[in-house]
């Protein structure tokens, strides 16, 4: 099995969007994840959560728009099969929202 870090992206970050929803809307979207979840099955192996606000580290004092919003560790045979499973994901409720998927590679000599 193939392991990838699957990230979202988002206009906005995950703590605006969870202040903007009703509590209807937010349990709407939860449910939406534990259905994904569940049709993913052995595929999630960390569903991971929202984040917040995120900086960058430099030597040099800088500052990041980052539009990651959340992320979730995944598994599958190869990179189609996740593309395929990814295909009708919750995330994309939102207009404006990606997904970014990026394969762990074998540390060299492990």
């Known amino acids: 099995m193939k392991k990838f870090m699957v ?7 995950a703590s605006e969007q969870m202040a903007k929803a009703t509590p209807e809307q937010a349990k709407a979207g939860m449910e939406a994840w534990m259905a994904f979840a569940k049709k993913a099955g052995s595929a999630v192996i960390d569903l991971g959560s929202p984040l917040g606000n995120g900086w960058k580290q430099t030597p040099a004092p800088a500052t990041v728009d980052t539009r990651v919003s959340g992320f979730s ?19 994309f409720m939102m207009p404006g929202n990606a997904i970014e998927v990026l394969e762990y590679l074998p540390l060299p000599g492990m």
């Open 7 to 13: 990230l979202y992206t988002s206009s906005s970050n």
């Open 73 to 91: 560790i995944m598994q599958a045979e190869s990179a189609d099969k996740l593309k395929a499973l990814l295909k009708e994901h919750p995330h």
